[in-house]
């Protein structure tokens, strides 16, 4: 399908008209949807980018944080806003389809009216309009693409792989695919890939003679401009992820060989330079105030929707950062007005993808239903009901969380249970039924495993600080990107401001305070030590399944979160009303 403008404008419009809950008559849903896509063209240099997507191919509820700290020199700047202030400081509209993309404000009645977001058949359609009154645009996957579903576990990736090519990506940059191990990866970069998609790194280095495993960038013409995107895969992947899916090869920032690459890439020729990065957002701010000659980093990871580049001054000049958000629910376009060999000025526009407002792209709907279809039974099977919101996203506990603790601690009979801070995941509202499949959008990695240890207290307290100060620690370069590990059973109190080992205190279970040499039994999952994969923990969806097939409704969850200091003013949290 390919369209111009005026004709998708009126696929829109039929769209909304089928869609929209709210809107009473067809003439304004017409107007709303054509407004809220059109976006005249712009410059002569185009990027479109989304990230994070995190396997999901259809459309789906996904809930912003209402916790995302900014500690120190980070409070109160972006990406740690939320609610009112992130609107506030984007000039966005309380009670809009923008206010609701952006924010967890009213959530469930907001998304019960405007409906799911996301979904490639109907990102697909998006990038086709913007990529017809733009020619030689490129698309740039920011990775966290094959790892996040039901099906991508199933077939190793392959349905995101398919769904990528189909797509369209022209340059992707990893951090979990490498979850599928090395062996896969270049399986895929060398066979479904080659002369279609350039996968680009240029921190990921042979860890024997320190060479470059994938091509550093990738070099294209845009309308007769020399253009370079430069990859930069998640830095942590083998810290943050099993060591063993990748122990030939090291990562890191590697911040001298990016400079270095960006003087090879002007060198050659290229009048406008993007990185392609998966450093988590605090870090690509940090990076575009040190490295000099970028025009843009277009980043990923820590999953924020920022609607305005943060201009960042460096002594070459001013590099833009933007960060297109998570689960595919975001498309961001990037034009830039290149004259007499330079950058000159830019648009930026970051669209949440409103799903029952962009007609589903009819050839990748094809391939989704073909991928899907296999295993669409098991996907739809219904475990149970949930009473109440489930998410995951905010930085110490989401319900979905909370709800996968409460599981391992009963399942597992333990008194303490963790599970990891991870970004992705969709929502459920009130109401809906758990299928297996949103239980996979959960739980769905290659490290499943479910582990019960007998720990001390002093064991306890030394993981909560080390996960603290990789989220908190106030260089970005020391922050890993996940949030805070989610604890079930235990309470305690946390200073994100404290220096590391001094943050978490008071800790207690029962009410009762924890004993550095008193042992516990605490369960968790996603070990990422290989003794942890080599004892074989039952996988975390079959305890989790259990769990729920016993509740059979599972009611509005309580979340147990710890007491947090000195965040009283701080824009980055607004405590909710239990
Ligand atoms: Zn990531």
Redesign the pocket.
Known sequence: MSLNRREFLQALAIASAGGMSLQSNFANAQTTAQKFYDLPKFGNVHFLHFT?CHAQLLPIYFREPNVNLGIGAQEGKTPHLVGEYFLKANGIKPGTRDAHAFTYLDYVAAAQNYGKVGGFAHMATLIKQIKASRPGALLLDG??TWQGSGTSLWTNGQDMVDAALLLGVDVMTP??EMTLGEKRVMEIVNGDFKGKVSFVAQNIKTADFGDSVFNPYVMKVQNGIQVAVIGQA?PYTPIANPRYFTPDWTFGIQEENLQKTINEVKAKGAKVVVLLS?NGMDVDLKMASRVTGLDAIMG??THDGVPIPVKVKNSGGVTLVTNAGSNTKFLGVLDFDVKGGKAVDFRYKLFPIFSNMIPADPAMNKLIQKIRAPYEAKLNEKLATTEGLLYRRGNFNGSFDQLILDALMAQKNAEIAFSPGFRWGTSLLPGQAITRENLLDQTAITYPYTTVTNMNGEMIKTILEDVADNLFNPDPYYQQ?GDMVRVGGLQYTIDPAETAGKRITDMRLNGKAIEPNKTYKVAGWAPVSEEAKNAGGEAIWDVIERHLRDVKVVKAVQLNEPIIKGVKNNPGMVALKS
Do not use: R
């Open positions: 994070d990775g966290d951090h979990w998640f998966h990923g990871h990107g």
